[in-house]
T-cell receptor, first 114, second 110 residues
Framework: DAGITQSPRYKITETGRQVTLMCHQT?????MFWYRQDLGHGLRLIYY???????DKGEVSDGYVVSRSKTENFPLTLESATRSQTSVYFC?????????????FGPGTRLLVL | RKEVEQDPGPFNVPEGATVAFNCTYS??????FFWYRQDCRKEPKLLMSVYSSGNEDGRFTAQLNRASQYISLLIRDSKLSDSATYLC???????????FGAGTRLFVKA
């Protein structure tokens, strides 16, 4: 009953480094999402994916890259980390888009960029 | 103006109290509405969906007013375990654009 997992849970990196955050779900959900959560902003959508090999930008996608070669994995890469990318990152999945469908969230990755 | 706005609180209430949260949204074409709960340093979890006719789940009642573009959550007989941040969530076209409010913090004290 793994559900949705994220790794690492905590990460400290330096400005300019590339960082990849992993997300894995065991439900075979079609839809996956990446959010960041910052004080005063709530969760903001970075990228989403409707299926393997189908991804699209969200509200705050600059500086981030995603891929979805397999349905169960949705890694998020910070190409060249900046201090403004210090945040808590949540991955989520859902079986269907919109409607009444729940999004299930992973436990989050806390990223600090020095 | 934010697309989804909530009173950040915090709301400090005694056990047994009734507390209500409101949330307003700016996009009149919004399709789906939810309340999520987020405990400190944890991930958000769905509390309940919000239907046009209003809906109830135990001590929790959600209402939607499309004309005024607001959503409400009422918690009756508050428990200590209700202490959390409550996130108002609005989903637009196809469910791809999901907007989260910044959350309302609730503290229930003995």
């Amino acid at each position: 009953d793994a559900g949705i997992t994220q790794s690492p849970r905590y990460k400290i990196t330096e400005t300019g480094r590339q960082v990849t955050l992993m997300c894995h779900q065991t439900w075979s959900h079609s839809y996956m999402f990446w959010y960041r959560q910052d004080l005063g902003h709530g969760l903001r959508l970075i990228y989403y994916s409707a299926a393997a090999d189908i991804t699209d930008k969200g509200e705050v996608s600059d500086g981030y890259v995603v891929s979805r070669s397999k349905t169960e994995n949705f890694p998020l890469t910070l190409e060249s980390a900046t201090r403004s990318q210090t945040s808590v990152y949540f991955c989520a999945s859902s079986a269907l888009a919109g409607g009444r469908e729940t999004q299930y969230f992973g436990p989050g990755t806390r990223l600090l960029v020095l | 103006r934010k697309e989804v706005e909530q009173d950040p609180g915090p709301f400090n209430v005694p056990e047994g109290a009734t507390v209500a949260f409101n949330c307003t949204y700016s996009n009149s074409a919004s399709q789906s509405f939810f309340w999520y709960r987020q405990d400190c340093r944890k991930e958000p979890k769905l509390l309940m969906s919000v239907y046009s006719s209003g809906n109830e789940d135990g001590r929790f009642t959600a209402q939607l007013n499309r004309a005024s573009q607001y959503i409400s959550l009422l918690i009756r007989d508050s428990k200590l375990s209700d202490s959390a941040t409550y996130l108002c969530v609005v989903t637009n076209t196809g469910g791809f654009k999901t907007i989260f409010g910044a959350g309302t913090r609730l503290f229930v004290k003995a």
